[in-house]
């Protein structure tokens, strides 16, 4: 079976041919988007394989993305379709600062109807890496409910959970209930990657390395802070229970796109974890994809192999960073 699984909420992008507005734009060539789904490609194109969970309407846009992540040698079996909801997709317009508009087209959705005994169906032989997000989890109760379970089965079989919380505000009830439910999560993982705001936000606490001891108090093994351009920093404990920390600088680049920079990381940390890399190099990887995912438009056509990874790491010079 696949060494990586993950759950989510696959969605088709529709991505504007002109920049700046929607309304200058004459043809929106078609890709796809999702979370999940680039850390899974990411995590594919540095050669491991991944089974995708998630449930999908019986349209064209369910058809478009089951084909594709066939394609490619997704495992696919852990996808359900379903009449009466149909498939959730967005609008994307580029901006010159980076940061893109995105417009949603998800509520009610196939996925966000998917429920927890869709864990029942699923095989965890072999699996080595759970990866979940706070978005699939902020959809309904159900969905956080099916991430719950699927995190408490993945690890009865053995697997480490990675989970990036990726905060959306606007699927949640109230900042509040984003912020509990998040952390309960958090709690139940072996590695959790928040960006420093993201951190802030969910433990309540300024200091990177207060925020680290907050997680690793609950249980959590390993906590990665995103520094955004300037790199990350990763914290674990020694057997005799002090703080070890690792900063390593990102690579200098040309942003294009930020969309996607932590699915990229996301992807680096965990094909690092499979590979057993030491932690500076564990987040150099991971650094490398992030910022090879600026560079590009899509959300996750420039995710690299691995020898555009070892390329990259070879010939880029590095930011400076400090915590
Ligand atoms: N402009 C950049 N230059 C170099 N590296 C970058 C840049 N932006 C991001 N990265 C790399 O990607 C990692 C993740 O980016 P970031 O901190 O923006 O994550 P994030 O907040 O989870 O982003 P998002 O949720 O938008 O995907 C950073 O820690 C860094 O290693
Ligand atoms: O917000 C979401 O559900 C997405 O997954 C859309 C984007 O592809 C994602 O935000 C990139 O991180």
Known sequence: MSEVMTIGEPMVNLIADSPETFMEARTLPRQMAG?????????QRQGHSVSYVTTLGNDWQGDLIVDYMNGIGFDTTGIRRMDGAATGYQLKVRSSDGEPKVIYFRAGSA?????????????????KVLHVTGIFSALTDKT????????DTAKQHGALVTFDPNPRPTLWDSEQSMIEATNKLAAKADVFMPGLSEGRLFSGLEDPRAIADYYMDMGVSKVIIKLGAEG???????????????VVPSFVVEVVDTVGAG???????ITGLLEGLD???????ANAVGAIQVTSVSDSEG??????LADFIASTPRQEVSL
């Open 232 to 246: 990350s920093v990763l914290f674990e404990r020694d057997a005799d229970g002090n703080r070890l920390e690792t």
């Open 111 to 127: 996925a966000s109807q998917t429920t927890p005994d869709i864990v029942d169906d699923l095989s965890f032989d072999g699996l």
């Open 263 to 269: 699915d990229g990381f996301a992807a680096g940390v």
């Open 303 to 308: 995710l690299p192999t691995t020898q555009e």
């Open 35 to 43: 979370a999940e789904f680039n850390v899974a490609i990411g995590v």
């Open 279 to 285: 932690d500076e190099r564990l987040l150099e990887r």
């Open 144 to 151: 956080y409910e099916t991430v719950e379970r699927l995190i």
